[in-house]
């Protein structure tokens, strides 16, 4: 069993950057990799960006350049740049093992002046 908790959501105006974070616990050694997804109101849920065990990323076209998936063991984090009030919706961390997958609760971000 894997256990996730993001943060760091809230509201940013245009052009300003936040910095979401994932903390895993359990057994989170055996994470193979993780991954940040977002859904808005109304539309379904999207990949963000993900990250390997090995470094290797992929991101949402839309992203490119303005976000930065990382990931410290445990701790996956999303540094988001030059935020646009299209990237409003909940922001959700998922773990991947070999077998199973995990969904933290979800972090509200919110783009508007």
């Known amino acids: 069993q894997v256990q996730l908790v993001e943060s760091g959501g809230g509201v940013v105006q245009p052009g300003g950057s936040l910095r979401l974070s994932c903390a895993a616990s359990?057994?989170?050694?055996?994470?193979?990799?993780m991954g940040w997804y977002r859904q808005a109101p109304g539309k379904q849920r999207e990949l963000v960006a993900e990250?390997?065990?090995?470094?290797w990323t992929n991101y949402l076209d839309s992203v490119k350049g303005r976000f930065t998936v990382s990931r410290d063991n445990a701790k996956a984090y999303l540094q988001m740049n030059s935020l646009k009030p299209e990237d409003t919706a909940v922001y959700y961390c998922?773990?991947?093992?070999?077998?199973?997958?995990?969904w933290g609760q979800g972090t509200q971000v919110t783009v508007s002046s």
């Open positions: 998922k773990a991947d093992r070999s077998f199973d997958s995990y």
């Open positions: 359990g057994s989170f050694f055996s994470i193979r990799s």
């Open positions: 990250i390997s065990s090995s470094g």
